[in-house]
């Protein structure tokens, strides 16, 4: 008689395979430089990287996005907001891009931000995706 395998170990095996995907391909920051205008806004330069998620579907590996629309956020906090849970300042952009790696985008903030150097700049394209926090310049 031959023992029948455990349903419990039969989906683990499953969630380790679905786990073993190529991932799916999302926009995430490589670099991000923050600088201060003349007239005291804000402006960041970032540069898009292609970013997999492991375990979600199977990505193409050219991590073209084919006319999507990618957004990018800044988001300024004060120091001690260490959840990042409540930003003072948002600045949003979103834009059609035949190609994601290397694509490049500036944010501008709207008004003037104070030049204080404990605030943070948390820099980020896809929520699933590594973000950068940068010194308000």
């Given at each position: ?52 998620v492991y375990g979600m579907g199977r ?36 834009q059609e891009v035949s190609t994601i ?37």
């Open positions: 008689m031959r023992p029948r395998p455990h349903p419990i170990l039969l989906m683990l095996l499953v969630l380790t395979t679905a786990g073993c995907e190529h991932g799916i391909e999302v926009a995430g920051v490589l670099e991000a430089t923050a600088s201060r205008l003349e007239d005291d806004r804000v402006s960041i330069v970032v540069t898009l990287s292609c970013d997999l990505a193409d590996g050219r991590c073209d996005a084919d006319g999507d629309r990618v957004c990018v956020s800044a988001r300024w906090y004060a120091a001690d907001d260490t959840l990042f849970a409540s930003p003072l300042t948002t600045v949003e952009q979103c790696r290397g694509m490049q985008l500036t944010l501008t903030s709207p008004e003037a931000m104070g030049a204080d150097p404990s605030l943070r700049v948390l820099v980020r394209a896809d929520s699933l995706a590594a973000a950068i926090i940068l010194a308000n310049p």
